[in-house]
């Protein structure tokens, strides 16, 4: 059971933790929270009484923030790892300003307390980032390893302080040097099982530049492991290190670890690394030089990251679009070429078509008689097949236009644009007796303005073809809000589309009853290209009391 609130405080202020730089060991340890957890940011968060104290951090610039909107002080006292891959949807830090956005836009979010061995919490090792996230078992347990270290750190540089305070007792002076071995040979342990656990390549030199550690992926990674009679300008020939492009040599100067130790920083470095017997691997590489306190050199770290598979994927996923760009500008040549033929097609088919229609009309006028009553219904058949001709040209030109045709979605009053349909149909509305309304008035839409025509020509043109033959038809287009933008209903009552048919009109020469030979199965075709040519979508249901509704869902802007 954990003590109270003003023992922890008093524990906490023991260790003289707040407003103190932290050293380059907990930076490191951060660092590889971050990188464990694969998230942008991490942070020590210290919690006394009013505040809470970013001791050190990785991914954003940190600082002090009252206690009441830190995220860590709400679990704080239960002293055990807490972790959300999505704080918006959770209910203890939905409202947080580091989620709301007023401090941060937190999403994945975890933390693991820092428990001094006598019980106390004094704060939390915390990683976060702005994209869900989630964390494995093993991944969490790494995490509670390191704020073991981070602990034991803690304990260090009390101890460090306790020690200079106890200088005249010799007795104790050497218990507790024994203590502060114990802990170090704990946290060098701690700190080995914890890099040679993590899938980053971590390689360090001293101050004279040569090697003093590689962890297990360094190893796996270089093929080899350390050894620290390699002379620093040797490092880049005997690890096989390579430019970004995979060819070139790096230089001893260019070698991430020797730049971070001359430079003092390295972030984001790209380098090939290609050991011999070993297909070439891709890393990035960041580091920073080390120094202890008066500024003297430690040395330098390097971290690596292996890229190979995400770089892989980004040159196939490029090749796919170059590919698709291809295919799509050859698309467009073939849609234009279609479209050309189409037209081409309907003139030079519909001219000579006209012609013998117009001798076959002369033939009959001038010599019907003659002709006899079967000449003449020959006349009549041959009339009719070159009508049936003549209507599927100009179906057929109209499906081409459809689909070749740019779409300009501007504003377009839907009312007008009915208004011309009908026109359009006028001499089909008469010799039908059928009444197109609409019941009340119909919505600005965006769209363009001639496909629409057409859409609500070859709508309603098909209710009045397909009408009842026991009732007068009538067709009535509406329109409402819905689907992200408007729902036009065109519905008739006529004889109605089957339930098991009203896919299959929408495809190509596609009628309910071939064998009536009303018409050639283009229009609704037709009315299908030009909705997805504005994005959206047309279905058919059952008009009530008879008859069908076509509806058609265009997108808004």
Same mark, same amino acid.
């Given at each position: 059971?954990?003590?109270?609130?003003?023992?922890?405080?008093?524990?906490?202020?023991?260790?003289?933790?707040?407003?103190?730089?932290?050293?380059?060991?907990?930076?490191?340890?951060?660092?590889?929270?971050?990188?464990?957890?694969?998230?942008?940011?991490?942070?020590?968060?210290?919690?006394?009484?009013?505040?809470?104290?970013?001791?050190?951090?990785?991914?954003?610039?940190?600082?002090?923030?009252?206690?009441?909107?830190?995220?860590?002080?709400?679990?704080?006292?239960?002293?055990?790892?807490?972790?959300?891959?999505?704080?918006?949807?959770?209910?203890?830090?939905?409202?947080?300003?580091?989620?709301?956005?007023?401090?941060?836009?937190?999403?994945?979010?975890?933390?693991?307390?820092?428990?001094?061995?006598?019980?106390?919490?004094?704060?939390?090792?915390?990683?976060?980032?702005?994209?869900?996230?989630?964390?494995?078992?093993?991944?969490?347990?790494?995490?509670?390893?390191?704020?073991?270290?981070?602990?034991?750190?803690?304990?260090?540089?009390?101890?460090?302080?306790?020690?200079?305070?106890?200088?005249?007792?010799?007795?104790?002076?050497?218990?507790?040097?024994?203590?502060?071995?114990?802990?170090?040979?704990?946290?060098?342990?701690?700190?080995?099982?914890?890099?040679?656990?993590?899938?980053?390549?971590?390689?360090?030199?001293?101050?004279?530049?040569?090697?003093?550690?590689?962890?297990?992926?360094?190893?796996?990674?270089?093929?080899?492991?350390?050894?620290?009679?390699?002379?620093?300008?040797?490092?880049?020939?005997?690890?096989?290190?390579?430019?970004?492009?995979?060819?070139?040599?790096?230089?001893?100067?260019?070698?991430?670890?020797?730049?971070?130790?001359?430079?003092?920083?390295?972030?984001?470095?790209?380098?090939?690394?290609?050991?011999?017997?070993?297909?070439?691997?891709?890393?990035?590489?960041?580091?920073?030089?080390?120094?202890?306190?008066?500024?003297?050199?430690?040395?330098?770290?390097?971290?690596?990251?292996?890229?190979?598979?995400?770089?892989?994927?980004?040159?196939?996923?490029?090749?796919?679009?170059?590919?698709?760009?291809?295919?799509?500008?050859?698309?467009?040549?073939?849609?234009?070429?279609? %479209?050309?033929? $189409? =037209?081409? *097609? @309907?003139?030079?088919?519909?001219?000579? !078509?006209? &012609? +013998?229609? #117009?001798?076959?009309? /002369?033939?009959?006028?001038?010599?019907?008689?003659?002709?006899?009553?079967?000449?003449?219904?020959?006349?009549?058949?041959?009339?009719?097949?070159?009508?049936?001709?003549?209507?599927?040209?100009?179906?057929?030109?109209?499906?081409?236009?459809?689909?070749?045709?740019?779409?300009?979605?501007?504003?377009?009053?839907?009312?007008?644009?009915?208004?011309?349909?009908?026109?359009?149909?006028?001499? %089909?509305?008469? $010799? =039908?007796? *059928? @009444?197109?309304?609409?019941?009340?008035? !119909?919505? &600005? +839409?965006? #769209?363009?303005?001639? /496909?629409?025509?057409?859409?609500?020509?070859?709508?309603?043109?098909?209710?009045?073809?397909?009408?009842?033959?026991?009732?007068?038809?009538?067709?009535?287009?509406?329109?409402?809000?819905?689907?992200?933008?408007?729902?036009?209903?065109?519905?008739?009552?006529?004889?109605?589309?089957?339930?098991?048919?009203?896919?299959?009109?929408?495809?190509?020469?596609?009628?309910?009853?071939?064998?009536?030979?009303?018409?050639?199965?283009?229009?609704?075709?037709?009315?299908?290209?030009?909705?997805?040519?504005?994005? #959206?979508?047309?279905?058919?249901?059952?008009?009530?009391?008879?008859?069908?509704?076509?509806?058609?869902?265009?997108?808004?802007?």
């Amino acid at each position: 059971m954990l003590t109270s609130e003003a023992l922890r405080l008093s524990a906490l202020h023991e260790y003289g933790l707040l407003d103190s730089p932290a050293d380059d060991e907990l930076e490191a340890v951060v660092r590889l929270a971050a990188a464990v957890a694969g998230a942008s940011s991490a942070t020590l968060n210290l919690i006394d009484e009013d505040r809470q104290c970013q001791l050190t951090t990785v991914g954003f610039e940190g600082g002090d923030s009252p206690r009441s909107d830190s995220m860590c002080a709400l679990r704080l006292l239960e002293a055990r790892t807490v972790w959300t891959p999505d704080a918006s949807s959770h209910p203890d830090y939905a409202t947080n300003p580091w989620v709301t956005g007023r401090l941060a836009a937190v999403r994945f979010y975890a933390s693991v307390p820092l428990v001094t061995p006598g019980g106390f919490v004094l704060g939390t090792l915390c990683v976060f980032d702005t994209v869900v996230r989630r964390l494995s078992d093993a991944q969490v347990r790494l995490l509670e390893d390191a704020a073991g270290v981070v602990v034991a750190l803690f304990e260090r540089r009390r101890q460090a302080r306790e020690n200079r305070d106890l200088a005249m007792a010799a007795d104790e002076q050497r218990e507790l040097l024994e203590l502060t071995m114990r802990e170090l040979e704990v946290r060098q342990e701690l700190t080995d099982a914890v890099l040679d656990t993590i899938d980053v390549g971590v390689v360090a030199a001293g101050p004279d530049g040569r090697l003093t550690l590689f962890n297990r992926a360094a190893r796996d990674w270089l093929g080899t492991d350390l050894d620290a009679t390699v002379a620093p300008e040797e490092h880049a020939a005997r690890y096989a290190l390579f430019a970004a492009d995979g060819r070139t040599p790096l230089t001893a100067e260019d070698a991430p670890l020797q730049r971070a130790l001359r430079t003092g920083r390295v972030d984001g470095a790209e380098i090939v690394v290609a050991p011999a017997g070993r297909a070439p691997a891709r890393f990035t590489v960041s580091g920073r030089a080390l120094a202890v306190s008066d500024g003297s050199s430690l040395g330098a770290v390097v971290a690596m990251t292996d890229v190979t598979h995400d770089r892989e994927q980004r040159a196939a996923l490029e090749a796919a679009h170059a590919q698709l760009a291809e295919r799509t500008r050859e698309l467009e040549r073939s849609n234009g070429e279609l %479209e050309q033929f $189409a =037209a081409t *097609a @309907s003139h030079d088919l519909r001219s000579p !078509l006209s &012609v +013998v229609d #117009g001798y076959l009309e /002369l033939l009959d006028d001038v010599h019907g008689e003659a002709l006899g009553e079967q000449g003449r219904g020959w006349v009549g058949t041959a009339r009719r097949a070159l009508a049936r001709t003549l209507t599927l040209t100009d179906a057929l030109l109209s499906y081409a236009q459809a689909g070749g045709a740019s779409c300009a979605r501007l504003p377009v009053d839907l009312g007008e644009v009915l208004e011309h349909a009908v026109l359009d149909l006028r001499h %089909e509305v008469r $010799a =039908a007796g *059928a @009444s197109v309304e609409a019941p009340a008035p !119909l919505p &600005v +839409v965006y #769209g363009d303005a001639t /496909l629409l025509r057409q859409l609500l020509q070859n709508l309603v043109g098909n209710a009045i073809k397909h009408r009842h033959p026991d009732r007068p038809s009538q067709v009535c287009v509406t329109a409402e809000r819905g689907e992200g933008g408007w729902v036009v209903s065109v519905a008739d009552n006529g004889v109605g589309i089957p339930a098991e048919a009203r896919e299959r009109v929408f495809a190509m020469f596609s009628t309910l009853d071939p064998a009536s030979r009303t018409g050639h199965g283009v229009g609704l075709s037709t009315c299908k290209r030009i909705v997805e040519r504005h994005g #959206g979508r047309i279905w058919i249901s059952e008009a009530p009391g008879g008859g069908a509704v076509v509806q058609v869902a265009l997108p808004q802007r």
